[in-house]
């Protein structure tokens, strides 16, 4: 029989306050205004969550959490709190981290398939109105239906210009196609692959059990996402991170309530995940957040304000640490009752005047007790992190990637066959029957439509008949067919 881990001391105001990692799965929230000590907290659960072997994944938005590898002790706000609170047995120490970068420049690529991504989210990404998405999702029916792998953007836009170009061979089996909503979905291909988009569709996709690791002293892997430039594409980052919760939940097994949780998951700026998105999907991340916890998955919303997430969230995140909020307009005064109505009551504590007067690194703090009912409030001081404030170097960043059991698998792409080199394999052949040049995948030979354009569905599921086989039987079709979201949306693999 394998023993609980003891409960991981968070704060301490008139007592310690402490999270019981058989309960660290039931989510949590991290809220408060600009510089009052969210980031700091945020590093204080993962050190805490790694020290009892559960790997940690997280966006680094603001560059500043790449020092938790080494031993802390260089900042003297640290040092000065550390004393006030006289933490038995408290020393300084750093972390395994895994570093990852959508981009490729500080830190692991992270990719994924055009296909694993779905039309749902490619759709938020590319700010796509309900009809060009339904162009979009008849695009990824027409490449599944036809066995045609799309891994990258230059696949999607392929397909997207050929259905566009062959509408009228498609409106019977499919619907209508719109010309217009395949130039809109062209120009936001094109947006996102300026974005570096171009980099983060591809493979290798990452495989998540890289995200699940622990180190040769059983301590759970950080992994650290590099976020700083992603965050000026907030969709890109949002559904990314979205994506990965629903990939987690497609593919981990049930797990009930364990002693500990498999993998915490922290989503940062999470106000950027719910703004401006559509109802179904609004009821997708709802019903995401609210499975996950029977896969030992742990999600924890870090945001200024606990409004910023919907009430259907918001009553699933048991663990809770509001920091200060500002209370100067009628709007923000109206946001501090709301977050104060959120807790259970403490008759010796006044929590809308205490939201307002919360220090730096100060909080108000509620967790669930063993039978899963939030403590009563408590305002407490968030414990100091052990690891280092400061950033690491450019050059110490760099050796840690190169350090990694990772290194050098993600930093090799793969460009196999796929629908972009099945199309343009088919025009050749068209071009070479017709005796005609110039045309590109998708376009009509100058002069209108050649007379085997009328059957040109049925050559491409003829020359598609091998890629279909091989996209059945792998990992990458068996994506493909389940669709968006897995079971999510009603799907099977």
Known sequence: MTIAPAPLTIARGRKEIALLPGMANRHGLIAGATGTGKTVTLRVLAEQFSEIGVPV????????????????????????????????????RGYPVTFWDLFGEEGHPVRATVSEMGPLLFGRILNLNDIQCGVLTLAFKIADDNGMLLLDLKDLRSMTQFIGDNAGQFRTSYGNIAAASVGAIQRGLLELEEQGGDRFFGEPALDLQDLLQTDPAGRGMINILAASRLMTSPRLYSTFLLYLLSELFEQLPEVGDPQKPGLVFFFDEAHLLFTDAPKPLLEKIEQVVRLIRSKGVGVYFVTQNPMDVPERVLGQLGNRVQHALRAFSPNEQRAVKAAAETFRSNPKLDVVKAITELGVGEALVSVLDAKGTPSVVERAFILPPRSRLTPLSPEERA???????????????????????????????????????????????????????????????????????????????????????????????
């Open 57 to 92: 994944f997280l966006a680094d938005v603001k560059g500043d959490l790449s020092g938790i590898p080494r031993p802390g002790g260089d900042n003297p706000k640290i040092v000065e709190r550390a004393a006030q609170l006289k933490l038995d047995g408290f020393e300084y």
């Open 399 to 493: 050796q840690a990637v190169r350090d990694s059991v990772l290194h050098g698998h993600y930093e090799k792409t793969v460009d196999r066959e796929s629908a972009y080199e099945k199309l343009k394999e088919k025009a050749a052949q068209r071009q070479a029957d017709e005796g005609a040049g110039g045309s590109i995948p998708g376009e009509a030979p100058k002069g209108g439509r050649a007379p085997e354009a009328r059957s040109e569905v049925g050559v491409l599921i003829g020359a598609m008949a091998k890629s279909a086989a091989h996209a059945i039987g792998s990992q990458i079709g068996r994506q493909i067919i389940r669709g968006v979201l897995g079971s999510i949306l009603g799907g099977r693999r």
